[in-house]
């Protein structure tokens, strides 16, 4: 429930509120994943990208065997290392942790829509700064040709 109130707080703005729910939460449970969420997301809105980096790194232990939200926060933590300026990073933690094929979470759910948006909208940012994606946007494309017509999710 802290989590879920943490990150009602994220999304209306009131960050002041959010974090000190959001910590508790974590105080609790490490591993809870919407808590470190809505942290990370209060540490982006208040462009707080060094201590988002260290906030993901510091958790991330807590996340094996838990759903592919872990993605997503690792997507967050390429977001801080991109406006860092450091694609090279960006990319390194989409093969290794946002966009790992081979992961055994992939593996299991290699469809969520989650990341794929996630691996988009990353190489959208780093295409748009210059950046060479290699083949990543060919990968992406063979998994969300299968996804032509689904119309499950609206962000899909």
């Known amino acids: 429930m802290l989590a879920c109130q943490s990150f009602a707080h994220e999304e209306a703005g009131d960050y002041l509120a959010a974090e000190p729910v959001g910590r508790r939460a974590i105080e609790l449970d490490p591993g809870d994943l919407w808590a470190a969420h809505a942290i990370a997301r209060v540490m982006e809105s208040q462009a707080r990208r060094s201590e988002g980096i260290d906030w993901l790194t510091t958790l991330s232990p807590h996340w094996e065997g838990s759903h592919n939200l872990q993605h997503h926060l690792w997507w967050h933590c390429a977001l801080f290392k ?75």
Request: contains cysteine; glycine residues 6%.
């Open 82 to 156: 991109l406006e860092h300026g450091d694609p090279a990073a960006t990319l390194e933690l989409d093969d290794t942790r946002f966009r790992n094929l081979a992961a055994p979470l992939t593996v299991a759910s290699p469809d969520v829509y989650i990341d794929g948006q996630n691996a988009a909208s990353m190489l959208f940012r780093l295409q748009r700064l210059g950046v060479d994606v290699g083949q990543r946007w060919e990968k992406l494309a063979d998994k969300a040709e299968a996804r032509i017509g689904d119309c499950v999710s609206a962000l899909a």
